[in-house]
C-alpha cells in the first residue's frame, strides 16, 4: 500500500473563487487519480493525471473546470475553478502503486462553496 | 454502458446478526472486483477478487466472486458498532481502457 495525505482536509469558499487540492504520496507511483463524492453519491472519476504530461479527463469533466498538475510521481494538484454551490463535494486522490493493481484512496477534502 | 449495482442501499442491523450485502456488474474486459469501507471520507481497501469461487477472508469478513454469474457478495459475521459504514464495490475493466467503475454503495448501520 502506500501512505497518501492531502490538503486541506476541509474548505468553505465563496461562489467564483478557486481552491487547490494537493495530494502527496511517500513513495513512486504509476498511476494517481481524482474522485468526486457529491452529497449521498458514489465515487465518480474526475480525472487520471499523467506523469508530466496533461491529464485524461472523464467523460462530463473538461481541463478548464477541473485544472490538474502531476509534476513527478509522488504529488499531485487538483484545482476547482470558479465554483459554485453544485462543487460541494468530497474530493478523493488515489494511487495505483502498480498498474492493475489495488487503488488506495487519500483522506479527502470536504469542499463546501457558500 | 459498464454498471456496478449494490444491493441493498442501505441495511439497519443489531449487533451480532450476520449480513451479506450484494453487488452485481455489468462491465466489459473484467479484471478484477474491489470491496472498499467508508466510514468518514477515505474508502479503505477491504478485498480485491479476481478469480471465481475463491473465497477472500479477513477477520469476521468475507468476500467472494461469481465471475460466470457476474456478482459478488460480502459478508460480515458477528456484526459490531464498528463496521457501520458505506461499504462500495468496484469493478476494474471498461470498454475502451481500464479503470475503476464504483457502484452506489451499502450503508449498513449496526445498533446495539
Known amino acids: 500500500s502506500a501512505v497518501i495525505s492531502q490538503k486541506p482536509s476541509r474548505d468553505i469558499c465563496q461562489r467564483g473563487t478557486s481552491l487547490t487540492i494537493q495530494c502527496q504520496v511517500d513513495s513512486q507511483v504509476t498511476m494517481m487519480f481524482w474522485y468526486r463524492q457529491q452529497p449521498g453519491q458514489s465515487l465518480t472519476l474526475i480525472a487520471t493525471?499523467?506523469?508530466?504530461?496533461?491529464?485524461?479527463?472523464e467523460s462530463g469533466f473538461v481541463i478548464d473546470k477541473f485544472p490538474i498538475s502531476r509534476p513527478n510521481l509522488t504529488f499531485s494538484t487538483l484545482t476547482v475553478s470558479n465554483m459554485s454551490p453544485e462543487d460541494s463535494s468530497i474530493y478523493l486522490c488515489?494511487?495505483?502503486?502498480?498498474?492493475?493493481?489495488?487503488?488506495?484512496f487519500g483522506p479527502g477534502t470536504r469542499l463546501t462553496v457558500l | 454502458e459498464d454498471k456496478v449495482v449494490q444491493s441493498p442501499l442501505s441495511l439497519v442491523v443489531h449487533e451480532g446478526d450476520t449480513v451479506t450485502l450484494n453487488c452485481s456488474y455489468e462491465v466489459t474486459n473484467f479484471r478484477s472486483l474491489l470491496w472498499y469501507k467508508q466510514e468518514k471520507k477515505a474508502p479503505t481497501f477491504l478485498f480485491m477478487l479476481?478469480?471465481?469461487?475463491i473465497e477472500k477472508k479477513s477477520g469476521r469478513l468475507s468476500s467472494i466472486l461469481d465471475k460466470k454469474e457476474l456478482f459478488s457478495i460480502l459478508n460480515i459475521t458477528a456484526t459490531q458498532t464498528g463496521d457501520s459504514a458505506v461499504y462500495l464495490c468496484?469493478?476494474?475493466?471498461?470498454?475502451?481502457?481500464?479503470?475503476?467503475?464504483f457502484g452506489p454503495g451499502t450503508s449498513l448501520s449496526v445498533i446495539p
Open positions: 493525471a499523467n506523469q508530466g504530461s496533461e491529464a485524461t479527463y
Open positions: 488515489s494511487v495505483e502503486p502498480r498498474v492493475g493493481d489495488t487503488q488506495y
Open positions: 468496484a469493478v476494474r475493466g471498461g470498454t475502451s481502457y481500464d479503470k475503476v467503475i
Open positions: 479476481t478469480s471465481s469461487g
